[in-house]
């Protein structure tokens, strides 16, 4: 029986929003409430849970509460009893297949590299973000951001990971690979983005080549691989972006006298990144979900299903078998 | 009298595109005929100018004409009498105080990094790009892509120069300039980042600190200073996650039974980065305007508007000057 793990004590609405977003996925049959472990303070959780009909959830005791002002080396050091630090734990100890947390990225990060062993052959983890592209269907970018200075080998493995998860999760059996560059030509980019060319070229995924900026909302790839720091500013950009777009066509409509309503609800359904359950971090042994801070109960529900969808198509044995195949080669 | 010169043959559209935008400029007031300079085949230009009533304006005559096959170095070594190389001479000349084109990026940088001097105390030349953010109100970005491998100098140096820009340009006595990062905090980034912050810090400038991807569409500042691959990774995921969203926008409208012609009209105006003239290759002697090679008309008036604009306003009077004070200091 796969079993997930959630952080009950991260993200902004916590743990409100977490127990309901279980709740949420117990009674669309995501998941059966056996199923999910919640790690967070007992006397806390407790009566919520029995309040809310899930008292068949099972709690890890984490008495240590986070802050904003936690570092990544405070809550392991000083706080080594909290719900992210033993939810990591958990996975590590096969207790379930998945950790998911709307928590700190720094801190589950941090615990995940320091928790879990690297899967084999994988050099570093890197996370992995779905987004909807053009006609409603989405690419995956990886990395968004754990390493801003990745070697090309590294770039690599992120295209052989992303496909893998791609295809587990989002399913397209041949998820086509892009680089992002600042230009279609072999001879753009900079050292790394020409340097891993060299390498996407020969692995056994399906490289369509570099994609500028411009090409990942248009579906010209599945899965867009950058370094960790482009990859987070084309995430934050394009979610400034779109909520700076939707905030000015709410303005415009009004404007112009035009009950809008029903658009602009299905446009923030679109560029709602909660709709794929999180951000995967990808090349741990075990899977690990990191939600948005802000996520509520849909976004937890979400990242549920995706968590045991991840699990249950096995990822990461394809992306272990794929990493073999690339190293052999 | 100050001049400009513009590339007739540059752009998806030329020559008649560019014409008609000097036609629109001298109909508008924006620019006398007898201040605009246009370089390209005489035998081709001479009768279109003739029809359009513009035979106030000057030809240079360039024979040779530029294929997108033309790599900079075929333009510079094989076709020396292009359009874009005898540009940037009449502006190295004095014949002309900026150089406006809408051919290819790369050529227009290398002819102007070849054929005008640096400005005194600058190490690179950088491409600043105006976009509309929040409310309505610009902000800028340098680098776009003149160099993808900077130096934290040079990131201070596009500080500079960007503030002198928008300043003469857009009309903000203090333009506030942050650093595009991954995170606020200043313990996040890379080298590169880490080093620059130090320096921006230092800076005669209007400093504001680290900016993510989320903050630059917010108008949390008004230049946003970055590496030339990540600046062009933001420039064109903007482009086209704009781009997706008003089809997207169109499409759900449609649906919906609204008529929503004039929103999508507003949105579109205000996703167009025309309206500022195009990107500006800052850092070199003499005003140099790179145009989108879909450039129409509009395109064209307005980047001559500003063209004129940024040399009366003399900016690259105070990038000399306000490089030297950070050079004392």
């Known amino acids: ?3 997930v793990v959630l952080d009950a004590m991260g993200g902004d609405h916590a743990p409100c929003a977490n127990l309901e977003g279980v709740k949420l996925a117990v009674e669309r049959g995501v998941v059966d409430q056996r199923r999910v472990l919640l790690t967070g303070p007992q006397q806390v959780l407790a009566p919520e849970l029995a309040a809310l009909g899930l008292s068949g959830c099972e709690i890890i005791d984490a008495p240590d509460v986070l802050t904003c002002n936690d570092t990544p080396v405070d809550a392991m050091r000083r706080k080594p009893n909290n719900s992210i630090s033993l939810g990591i734990r958990a996975v590590a100890e096969r207790r379930a297949a998945g950790f998911i947390s709307a928590g700190s ?17 994988i050099r570093r983890p890197g996370i992995a973000v779905a987004i909807t592209g053009e006609g409603g269907v989405p690419f995956v970018v990886v990395d968004v951001g754990a390493n801003p200075q990745p070697k090309a080998v590294d770039l690599l493995q ?27 030509e072999d001879t753009k980019g900079n050292p790394l983005t020409k340097e891993a060319a060299l390498l996407l070229r020969e692995a056994p995924i399906n490289f369509v080549g570099n994609v500028e900026g411009v090409d990942v909302f248009a579906g010209r790839c599945d899965v867009v691989v950058c370094d960790g720091f482009t990859g987070n500013v084309l995430l934050k950009v394009s979610e400034g972006c779109a909520e700076y777009l939707l905030r000015t066509t709410a303005s415009f409509m009004r404007e112009a006298g035009i009950d809008g309503r029903q658009v602009l609800q299905k446009l923030k359904q679109r560029v709602d990144y909660s709709e794929y359950g999180g951000a995967q971090l990808l090349g741990v042994d075990g899977g690990v979900t990191i939600c948005h801070g802000r996520s509520g109960p849909e976004a937890i529900c979400n990242a549920i299903r995706f968590a045991l969808r991840a699990a ?7 992306i272990v078998t794929a990493a073999r195949a690339a190293a052999a080669s």
């Open 1 to 3: 029986m796969i079993k």
């Open 105 to 121: 990225t720094g801190v589950v990060v941090a615990a995940a590299s320091v928790g879990l062993p690297r899967l084999e052959g």
């Open 158 to 184: 992120y295209a052989i990971m992303g496909s893998a998860y791609y295809r587990g999760t989002l399913g397209n059996d041949r998820p086509r690979v892009g680089l992002l560059n600042i230009g279609t």
């Open 312 to 318: 249950g198509a096995e990822v990461n044995h394809h």
